[in-house]
C-alpha cells in the first residue's frame, strides 16, 4: 500500500498511517519528541528538512512504535509542544522560509498521537542555514548537520544529499 500525502491531519489520516505498520520515505514513526530538547530538535529538524524534497512531502507520526502501534510514550506535557506555533519557531532557527509545517494532535487507542505533515519544498530541497549542534550529557559536541548542507530520504533514513540525489531532484 502507498501512502497518499496530501495536507491533511485528521484522525482518520493517522489511523491509515498508522495501519501502513512500516515506515516509508514519506512516513516516519517516533515513539517520543521533547521538543524542549536541543538534540531533539535538531534531529526531528533534519528529517523535517529531508521530506521536504520528497516530491509530495511527508508525514511524521510521534507516538507510535517502528510498525505503526501506538505506544504511551507522548505524555501531555510533551505533546502540548506539538503545536504548530511551538514548532515553527523551532524549525525556522535552522530552516530558512517559506516551509510548511501542520500539526495536529490525537488520541488513538487511549495514547495520545502527534500527527505532523510536512509539505515539499518548492525548490525541491532545503538547505540547512545553520548549524544543528548539540552536547551530549558528557560534554561531547555532535554535528548532524551545517550551514548549507542538503539532507534527503534514503529509504527510511534521512541523509546528505548525493550526486544520484541531485539529478533526480533537478
Not at 484522525?11 to 512500516?22: C, F, I, Q, Y
Not at 525541491?124 to 542538503?150: L, M, Q, S
Not at 530520504?153 to 534521512?158: E, I, Q
Amino acid at each position: 500500500m502507498a501512502v497518499i500525502v496530501e495536507p491533511v491531519l485528521g484522525e482518520e489520516k493517522l489511523r491509515s498511517l498508522l495501519a501502513e505498520g512500516h515506515e516509508q520515505s514519506c512516513l516516519d514513526y517516533k515513539r517520543c519528541l521533547d521538543l524542549s530538547v536541543r538534540s531533539e530538535i535538531v534531529e526531528l529538524t533534519k528529517d523535517v528538512a529531508a521530506m521536504q524534497s520528497e516530491p509530495l512531502g511527508g508525514y511524521i507520526v510521534i507516538g507510535a512504535d517502528d510498525h505503526g502501534t501506538t505506544v504511551p510514550d507522548l505524555t501531555p506535557p510533551l505533546a502540548k509542544l506539538f503545536d504548530e506555533a511551538t514548532l515553527r519557531p523551532k524549525l525556522r532557527r535552522y530552516l530558512a522560509e517559506p516551509f510548511t509545517v501542520r500539526c495536529a494532535l490525537h488520541v488513538i487507542d487511549g495514547n495520545t498521537v502527534a500527527l505532523v505533515y510536512v509539505g515539499p519544498s518548492d525548490h525541491g530541497w532545503c538547505i540547512f542555514k545553520a548549524h544543528g549542534e548539540y552536547e551530549d550529557k558528557a560534554g561531547k559536541k555532535t554535528t548532524v548537520f551545517r550551514v548549507g548542507d542538503v539532507f534527503v530520504r534514503h529509504g527510511t533514513s534521512s541523509e546528505r544529499w548525493n550526486d544520484s540525489d541531485r539529478q533526480r531532484l533537478i
